[in-house]
């Protein structure tokens, strides 16, 4: 990141422009001869509202000042309004409140972010400095949001990379490039690795693909640990459909199926950075969903590294196939929690919009803390309850279950029970599955994201082992 974020005590402080957050209330308490100004702009400080003084050289941008969301999202929104300007320096009030002002640097921070690798012609801001202006410094709240920032920024450069350039073995060598540079264990698993541990799920998915599949695993291992946990990211770099071949709409944003994959990279990445003592297992089945020859077909009946059978009926539910196999190498950690990330069904998009994740598992307590932890981190989350007549859904008469449900409703939670069968009993009450399908790529502004690829689940993953660490 090339902000550089320095605290200061002094109001008056040297900068070429000054970002000023503004609630009705304070609006209504300035000078009356500002108000007329700023009311001739149209400007009544009302929650997303922006004017820039020219004269004053001051950005008023309208928020909630008392809520910590409003306050992320106002910082991201107003960096994208000021970097368009030709300046090098601003300054910003911050707040006496810890969570507060990490709000205001997360949003700060994520709000710069930008995909321009592919683009020809780069009009780079000439922004650097940003002043924060508080009694104290925030030191740490700093230090965090930088980490969680970058591992997020991570995550958005790799989902949002183009099939071309981001295959399985290419997400494989980043994955072990983050592991080099954040001195993590790792382990890459090519073909003889997978057939080796019997993971016929991740081989069928790969089989009609040019590119290799590959098992990436990231190790972060601290001294002193009495707990682990262990993430399970969806990597397909490029879904098609397979032979149940995608309509043409649907697949241009599928380089975003990585999506769960590269939430799980970023997270390792920042985990290594903020040293919890809790050892992370971070886990992730990359491979292609293409069409061919060799791609496995509806009617095939494959085998899992569980022993489970499963009946194809459909091949573009392929993701749930590579998490099965994964999930059943992960409870072979013997871990305290699980938790997959993937962007699984456009069922969950359906049902609860672009911008938000679907919570599932079998301990009802475990998704509620969940959900209460990404909340405060600032992502979106809903639980979807699992029930006892979904679960009979995915049966099938030639096989132990079916890859897709016996009806179109509901798709999101049968994908959930399809995972959920792949989960030994004395594992499922540790089980988070996350389906992260709409908001982690949106083809437009919204919140702390640009267009694309947001880096969900970096933010409130990161939370929760913070506060498992902790013993919260």
């Avoid at 925030?138 to 958005?156: C, D, F, G, P």
């Avoid at 639980?383 to 999101?412: C, M, Q, W």
Wanted: hydrophobic content about 40%; glycine content about 8%.
């Amino acid at each position: 990141m090339s902000l550089n974020i320095k605290f200061t005590k002094d109001d008056d402080v040297k900068s070429d422009i000054e970002i000023v957050f503004i609630d009705q209330n304070l609006f209504k308490k300035l000078p009356k001869s500002k108000t007329s100004i700023l009311s001739l702009q149209s400007f009544s400080a009302k929650d997303g509202e922006a004017v820039f003084l020219q004269s004053d050289k001051i950005l008023y941008y309208g928020t909630i000042l008392d809520d910590i969301d409003s306050i992320r999202e106002a910082a991201a929104k107003a960096i994208r309004i000021v970097k368009k300007y030709d300046i090098k320096s601003l300054k910003i009030k911050g707040f006496e409140n810890s969570d507060f002002n990490y709000a205001l640097f997360i949003g700060i921070l994520l709000g710069d972010y930008e995909f321009i690798d592919y683009k020809s012609k780069i009009t780079k801001t000439t922004l650097t400095d940003i002043f924060i202006i508080t009694k104290k410094d925030y030191k740490s709240e700093l230090h965090k949001a930088m980490i969680v920032a970058n591992s997020t920024n991570l995550a958005r450069n790799i989902v949002n990379t183009p099939p071309q350039d981001c295959t399985p073995i290419v997400l494989a060598d980043i994955a072990k490039k983050i592991a080099k540079d954040f001195m993590l264990d790792y382990k890459i698993g090519d073909v003889k690795f997978l057939q080796k541990e019997k993971m016929e799920l991740i081989l069928s998915v790969a089989r009609a693909s040019t590119h290799e599949p590959r098992f990436i695993e990231l190790i972060y291992k601290p001294k002193k640990t009495k707990k682990r946990i262990v993430l399970v990211g969806k990597g397909l770099t490029y879904d098609s459909g397979g032979l149940s071949l995608k309509p043409a709409d649907y697949m241009t944003t599928m380089k975003a199926d990585k999506g769960g994959g590269c939430a799980v990279l970023g997270v390792m990445q920042a985990i290594a950075g903020l040293k919890p003592d809790i050892e992370v297992v971070g886990i992730i089945g990359a491979t292609e969903n293409m069409i061919g020859g060799n791609a496995y077909k509806p009617d095939d009946i494959l085998r899992s590294r569980e022993g489970i059978t499963i009946e194809v009926k459909n091949t573009d539910a392929e993701g749930r196939l590579v998490l099965a196999d994964c999930l059943s190498y992960a409870q072979d950690l013997k871990p305290d929690f699980i938790i997959d990330l993937a962007t699984l069904t456009g069922a969950c998009v359906v049902g609860l919009g672009e911008y938000t994740s679907g919570i599932m598992g079998y301990n009802k307590k475990l998704n509620i803390e969940f959900e209460k932890v990404a909340s405060k981190s600032g992502e979106l989350t809903a639980i979807l309850p699992f029930n006892k007549h979904l679960e009979k859904l995915i049966d099938s008469k030639n096989a132990d279950i079916s890859n897709v449900s016996s009806t179109r409703y509901g798709g999101a939670l049968t994908a959930g029970i399809f995972l959920g069968r792949f989960i030994r009993e004395e594992y499922k009450d540790k089980w988070i599955h996350l389906d992260i399908a709409g908001p982690a790529f949106v083809e437009k502004e919204w919140d702390v994201n640009s267009f694309g690829a947001s880096g969900i689940g970096v933010r409130s993953v990161i939370d929760f082992i913070l506060k498992v660490a902790n013993g919260a």
